[in-house]
């Protein structure tokens, strides 16, 4: 029988999946948060931090920067990083059910480039040096811009495409190489499931993470394509992707039907809501269209938008407060001072309401990024004021 779900409570369910709901979220760290999302979107923008130290943080608070790198890179590896949602960190144990993807890629041959014929030397000289980076092999770029790789660096990303390198770790932001039979555990280079059981597996780590999601969430969270989208609706179909069917209220047209967790069904979600900013490139909102659906909240990233025509900011963050997305801030460091170079306050939100929260959270991000001021250049003349008198 199919559940129908308050939209409300749809968020909860969500918030929860996510490690924003509850004190549950924060046990067992960032190691555990990480297993929790299945995946966590890497980007080499940093502002207050990288993205991926953002999403560790909103869900742990000022949780130690050394303790989150090594959650993603320890030594030995617990995170590999591969193509899920996007370039992600990925918990190892889940090397196998990327099977899929690998195959593809070596069945295509072909990627952003050709793969060129020094990709059996490259391969020799990981085996033989590795572990190692692009400039141990020989330089990432021929020079020009930032996609005119040299033949090396292709032929390194194209090995960890298809499996036979991968990274896990990194050194100052570069990319570490070995070979997957040194650094993956052989039973997990052992298992070898098939497009669909993995495709299955991969739709149920989907589901649990996102907590509530429509067909369209899964495919967006795993990229999926072709006849891998078409095994997905064999999964759900079939009951083995694990993941209940329900209706949530207000949703509709394609988003009509949904998926959850039958575990998550089953125990109300409840419990104190995290009030923190939010990385761009956070699950919890990474999908504009499913953010707008569950939120009201239209996302965007501007960094790539020309400065005169951004509306929000080069990397706003959303403002997560009471299970709602309440405004954004657009931060920015100088010094030991943490700059909101703008703030806006949500169509619907009184912005009296949000002057606690607001400053909450950028109390919080300020001391953990290690400024020990807060300064507001522009927002609403009122809200400006009364941030000023409640962040001292």
């Known amino acids: 029988m199919t559940v129908t779900l308050p939209a409300d409570e749809a968020r909860r369910i969500i918030l929860r999946a996510q490690g924003l709901l509850g004190a ?25 931090a990288r993205s991926h130290e953002l999403v560790a943080y909103a869900r742990l608070g000022a949780v130690g ?14 995170a590999f990083e591969y193509w899920c949602h996007a370039a992600c960190i990925l918990p190892l144990d889940d090397w196998p059910l990327y ?11 072909y990627r952003w480039h050709e793969v060129p014929p020094v990709v059996d030397k490259v391969l020799e000289q990981v085996r033989e040096s590795g572990p190692v980076t692009t400039t141990d092999l020989g330089g990432a770029k021929n020079g020009g811009p930032w996609w005119d790789w040299s033949d090396t660096k292709i032929a390194i990303e194209w090995l960890l495409d298809t499996g036979e390198v991968v990274c896990t770790r990194r050194v100052g932001w570069r990319r570490v190489y070995d070979l997957a039979e040194r650094a993956v555990p052989a039973a997990l280079l052992a298992e070898d499931p098939t497009d669909a059981e993995c495709v299955a597996r991969l739709a149920r780590t989907a589901g649990r993470a996102l907590g ?4 369209a969430d899964l495919v967006d969270f795993l990229r999926l394509t072709g006849p891998h ?35 998550a069904l089953a125990a109300p979600a409840r419990g104190r809501h995290r009030t923190t900013l939010l990385s761009p490139f956070d699950s919890l909102v990474w999908d504009r269209a499913r953010t707008a659906r569950v939120f009201g909240f239209n996302h965007r990233l501007e960094a790539y938008v020309p400065k005169d025509k951004r509306v929000h900011g080069y990397f706003a963050m959303p403002v997560l407060s009471g299970g709602r997305l309440i405004g954004r801030v ?19 939100i009184d912005p009296r309401r949000a002057v ?37």
């Not at 099977?99 to 041959?109: H, L, M, N, V």
């Not at 509530?212 to 067909?215: D, G, M, Q």
């Not at 078409?230 to 083995?240: E, N, S, V, Y």
Request: with cysteine.
């Open 24 to 48: 549950d979220a924060r046990r067992g760290g960032a190691s555990a948060a990480l297993r929790r999302l299945g995946a966590v979107q890497l980007d080499t923008i940093s502002v207050l």
């Open 65 to 78: 920067r050394r303790q989150v790198e090594q959650a993603y890179w320890d030594v030995p590896p617990r």
């Open 99 to 109: 099977a899929f993807r690998r195959r593809a890629f070596r069945e295509r041959k």
């Open 212 to 215: 509530v999601a429509t067909r």
């Open 229 to 263: 989208a078409a095994l997905l609706d064999a999964a759900l179909a079939d009951g083995a992707a694990g993941l209940a069917e329900v209706r949530v209220e207000g949703w509709t047209g394609r988003s009509a039907v949904a998926w959850a967790d039958p575990a």
């Open 330 to 348: 657009d931060p920015a460091r100088e010094g030991s001072t943490l700059v909101a170079r703008q703030i806006g306050v949500e169509p619907g």
């Open 356 to 392: 606690e929260p607001l400053a909450e959270a950028l109390r919080e991000a300020a001391g953990w990024v290690g400024c020990d001021a807060v300064r507001v250049e522009r927002a609403e003349p009122a809200l400006r004021q009364a941030l000023a008198a409640a962040i001292p």
